[in-house]
């Protein structure tokens, strides 16, 4: 079975290689939807959903919210951030991450 939580946070980067308006400074409200897979445990649950976003919070919204993405990463493309995100809970047994830099864009990662 799997589960899923939808988190935000707002961050800004530019992408120096860009040759439109993205190399400019920018920021986004990005929303993230973590997604974990696993066997219902003996009180009927995959995984607690508040387990799950403090583990998240912890390990993702506390580094990357209201930050300069370009201090963190080298290449703060969207793709690039999700490969990060995926790194950093991968042992919460992901399934799959969706982040959205904009209402219309986004990224699926599935660990490949």
């Keep these: 079975m799997k589960i ?3 988190f935000t946070f707002d961050s800004a980067h530019r992408l120096k290689w860009h040759k439109g308006k993205c190399q400019n400074f920018h920021g986004h409200t ?3 939807i973590v997604t974990v897979e696993g066997k219902l445990n003996q009180d009927g649950i995959v995984m607690d ?3 799950l976003k403090n583990e998240v919070k912890k390990k993702v919204l506390n ?3 209201h930050k300069n993405l370009n201090e963190i990463f080298e290449n703060p493309t969207a793709e ?8 950093k ?4 047994n992901l ?3 969706k982040l959205w ?8 990662y599935n660990g490949k």
Excluded: Q
């Excluded at 809970?89 to 919460?92: F, G, P, S, T």
């Excluded at 830099?101 to 699926?108: A, D, L, Q």
């Design 63 to 65: 580094i990357l919210d």
């Design 89 to 92: 809970l991968k042992e919460l």
């Design 49 to 51: 959903f508040a387990d």
């Design 80 to 87: 690039n951030i999700a490969i990060w995100i995926w790194e």
């Design 4 to 6: 899923s939580k939808e």
């Design 101 to 108: 830099e904009t209402p219309t864009s986004y990224v699926i």
């Design 95 to 97: 399934t799959e991450i």
């Design 30 to 32: 990005y929303k993230l």
